[in-house]
T-cell receptor, first 114, second 113 residues
Framework: KAGVTQTPRYLIKTRGQQVTLSCSPI?????VSWYQQTPGQGLQFLFE???????NKGNFPGRFSGRQFSNSRSEMNVSTLELGDSALYLC?????????????FGDGTRLSIL | QQQVKQSPQSLIVQKGGISIINCAYE??????FPWYQQFPGKGPALLIA?????SEKKEGRFTISFNKSAKQFSLHIMDSQPGDSATYFC????????????FGKGTHLIIQP
């Protein structure tokens, strides 16, 4: 079974631009979560989607948004990019988001803001 | 507010030794405690997880010890090998994790041959 696939792997943008990252979950998984990883703040939860609905959101500004499609694939969008948005963005999936289901992570998209 | 505190930040252990990483949490509503291993250029991979109704869980060379009253849990890696050199994260979540995992800051583990 293929794992969580994130594209692109690397991305370079400049301040003020916007960016869209993509995540394909493990086949059959309907829950997708996004995390931001930085050296200073570590791994931080952005939001989780299940059946095309955002179920929860972490403490990030409204510039960070996402969506999920009917095939469970998810996209994350960041508008008006700031230097501090440089990070590794990780996507994780699990079957339904129930209490006995671990999250499986992709290898992330490395976003660099110039 | 950091809800999961992890220590040490870095750790060097000789091959064959025991690596011990500790975590403490504040929110008593947490009910799921996983440990993840991350290699450079890769995403975190689940190692082992425990629930608060169990005091210890062992999988191969990896053991989680859980102390509910002290709100602490730890990862023990027995017979540590150079291939175990990685960054380890403890995490916690509530009710299945729909509100996401809260991670510790990570421990950079180096196993010296």
């Amino acid at each position: 079974k293929a794992g969580v696939t994130q594209t692109p792997r690397y991305l370079i943008k400049t301040r003020g631009q916007q960016v869209t990252l993509s995540c394909s979950p493990i086949s059959g998984h309907r829950s997708v979560s996004w995390y931001q990883q930085t050296p200073g703040q570590g791994l931080q939860f952005l939001f989780e989607y299940f059946s095309e609905t955002q179920r929860n959101k972490g403490n990030f500004p409204g510039r960070f948004s996402g969506r999920q499609f009917s095939n469970s694939r998810s996209e994350m969008n960041v508008s008006t990019l700031e230097l501090g948005d440089s990070a590794l963005y990780l996507c994780a999936s699990r079957p339904t988001g129930g209490s006995n289901q671990p999250q499986h992570f992709g290898d992330g998209t490395r976003l660099s803001i110039l | 507010q950091q809800q999961v505190k992890q220590s040490p930040q870095s750790l060097i252990v000789q091959k064959g030794g025991i690596s011990i990483i500790n975590c403490a949490y504040e929110n008593t509503a947490f009910d799921y405690f996983p440990w993840y291993q991350q290699f450079p250029g890769k995403g975190p991979a689940l190692l082992i997880a425990i629930r608060p109704d169990v005091s210890e869980k062992k999988e191969g060379r990896f053991t989680i010890s859980f102390n509910k009253s002290a709100k602490q849990f730890s990862l023990h890696i027995m017979d540590s090998q150079p291939g175990d050199s990685a960054t380890y994260f403890c995490a916690a979540s509530i009710g299945g994790g729909a509100d996401g995992l809260t991670f510790g800051k990570g421990t950079h583990l180096i196993i010296q041959p």
